[in-house]
């Protein structure tokens, strides 16, 4: 079971996209964001964007905008990413190396701390800086090091197995790139990810294009 | 721009899961289909299912079912993946690969039939069966190959540059995993996949199962 209105996924999805762009401005010194800015951005409308930012509790001061690093602060502390969690990653193929190497999630409060996999190829040898343990490894290890966060890579006919072992081992959040759906006990969360349904989105914005419809922006 | 209604994405983007489950389904001989099971494996509400649904224009019969045929048909029919895209991807590193190697896509009507890079390392290599060619001739392969769907897997500093080639070579749907919002021209349509998004999704779900709040499900 997971725990948020269906309603607002769509809002929190976008955050780490505000987040990025809000962090890129203050870098470049900029203090104060006015809403139309952040619609361009997102490619968005402003309703839209006031509603997103509603959801951390900041508002912003009409005719000025919102204040970088307050909106900043506002959704790292939404999101708990101003506190760093610590995941391992089970299936070091192609998707594993490619989230193994993401640069970004370090800034998103996510730590990848070791990887698993099942092949004899792969144990023992360095993916991005990340040791590959042994997958036989992965409940001991989990629970020896603490860790609460889990991230499947693993083929689909693999990926129960892998669960049960990150259930096994402690782990209470289950990030699933593998297309298939887990059971696992009420208190563990997961979250799948079906890399299709971006391809669902652009297959249905391009028929309305070619229909002459309306518009939902680059991100959906 | 692109054209989508933005409280239908959610809906869109469950359809390839849905997808995933009716075809395994009707591998399976089964025919008929009831909305609790539906619910169940999409750990979804039964009403969300009846209007996720409801956007194919099928509608269960009560007490009944969904007849699978005519849903996998209706949900095929509304992504317009009953026609096979066909695609090219630039940036052959670890995501690509990934992608090119994701053998969902064919099924869900999407053919990558050439992928690109700049560096001499990779081109002229084969990735999961694709030639690696020269990001240099982006434009010009697109065009004699009249493909109109390209995917960006490079890093965000290089995705403006590739996504001006692939507007130059007649691509009017971009796929962008790059983190970094696209200029293209109005008749273009950006898909921006932001994978950070699903770990905030994640990131919440923890959060409100510490605080005992209500559920999403696993998708989200």
């Known amino acids: 079971m997971g725990n948020v209105k269906v309603q607002k996924l769509p809002t929190i999805r976008r955050l780490p996209t505000y987040l990025y762009k809000l962090s890129e401005m203050r870098k470049a010194g900029v203090s104060i964001v006015a809403t139309p800015e952040l619609a361009r951005y997102m490619n968005l409308g402003e309703i839209v964007i006031r509603k997103d930012l509603a959801v951390t509790g900041v508002t912003g001061q009409p ?3 919102y204040k970088v ?3 900043i602060e506002a959704i790292k502390s939404y999101l708990n ?7 391992v990653l089970v299936g070091a193929g192609s998707l594993g190396s490619a989230l193994l190497g993401y640069e970004g999630f370090e800034e998103y409060g996510l ?4 990887a698993f996999d099942a092949s004899p190829d792969k144990i023992g040898t360095e ?6 343990f042994d997958v036989e490894r992965l ?14 890579c693993v083929p689909a006919a693999h990926a129960q197995e892998v669960a049960d072992r990150m259930v096994a081992g402690g782990i209470r959040a289950i990030w699933n790139f593998a297309n298939v ?10 979250q799948r ?4 349904g971006g391809l669902a989105v652009l297959s249905v914005k391009m028929n309305r294009k070619l229909a002459g419809e309306e518009d939902a922006g680059q991100l959906g």
């Open 63 to 65: 005719g000025v905008g």
């Open 69 to 71: 690093k307050e909106l």
């Open 81 to 87: 990413w101003d506190n760093s969690s610590e995941a």
């Open 111 to 114: 730590r990848i701390i070791a």
């Open 127 to 132: 993916v991005h800086g990340r040791t590959v």
């Open 139 to 152: 409940s001991e290890l989990a629970r020896r090091l603490q860790v609460r966060m889990g991230i499947i």
């Open 181 to 190: 759906s887990l059971s696992v006990p009420d208190d563990v969360i997961v």
């Open 193 to 196: 990810e079906v890399i299709a």
